[in-house]
Each structure stands twice: as structure tokens, then as C-alpha cells.
């Protein structure tokens, strides 16, 4: 069974940057797939970034493209969210998930295998 665990939320104002972690262990960890999802206040949990450990092949919603950027460290077994230019409505707890198939993650969150604890981010006006 594969554990993720995030790490590096705070608080920032606006235009600011943040850099998330997530650390993954646990059997065959380094063949996972890696998302990040976060819940606003009072919203449903939303996709914001994937990338998948073979090809690293990266996926990312419309509403974080050209801010935000996934990444990877295999040796680690880690995965980088890096947020740049941040505005109050990425305001949220940002979620982790790991799962053996990069589907799973971009078209069927209700069954990733692993989710983190989450992090929360708070972007200030």
C-alpha cells in the first residue's frame, strides 16, 4: 500500500509563491501517478495538477495553467507543486493522491488508492 504525506502550505498574500511536497513511500511507490486537488471553503475538491512518474507527463486545470508547475524528484519518491503569482481564490486545503493509473487520477478522483492528510494554503488580498 502506498502513503503520501503533503507539506509546505502556509499563508502568502497575493503574488506570492508557495512550493507544496508531497513525499511518497510504501511498495512500488515509484510507479505511481501523482495529483494535487484542493477544496475551497464550502467547495467540492477539484483537480489541479497531475504527472505521471513513467513518461512525466503533466496535466493541469484551465484556472492554474501558467502559474503553477508539478514536478518530480524520483530518487525522493516526491512531487513538487510550485505556485507562483497567487491569488485569493487559490485560497484551499490542497490534497496529494497517488495512484497507479494516471486516469484514475484525471477522470475518477473518487478512486485514487492514497490521499494525504492536506495542506492548507491561504492567499491573502
Known amino acids: 500500500q502506498v502513503h503520501v504525506m503533503e507539506s509546505g502550505g502556509g499563508s502568502v498574500q497575493a503574488g506570492g509563491s508557495l512550493r507544496l511536497s508531497c513525499a511518497a513511500s510504501?511498495?512500488?511507490?515509484?510507479?505511481?501517478?501523482m495529483g494535487w486537488f484542493r477544496q475551497p471553503p464550502g467547495k467540492e475538491r477539484e483537480f489541479v495538477a497531475a504527472i505521471n512518474w513513467g513518461a512525466g507527463n503533466t496535466y493541469y486545470a484551465d484556472s492554474v495553467k501558467g502559474r503553477f508547475t508539478i514536478s518530480r524528484d524520483n530518487a525522493k519518491n516526491t512531487v513538487y507543486l510550485q505556485m507562483n503569482n497567487l491569488k485569493p481564490e487559490d485560497t484551499a486545503v490542497y490534497y496529494c493522491g497517488g495512484d497507479q493509473n494516471i486516469v484514475t487520477i484525471l477522470h475518477r478522483p473518487l478512486r485514487v488508492e492514497a490521499w494525504g492528510q492536506g495542506t492548507l494554503v491561504t492567499v491573502s488580498s
Open positions: 510504501g511498495r512500488s511507490s515509484s510507479n505511481y501517478a
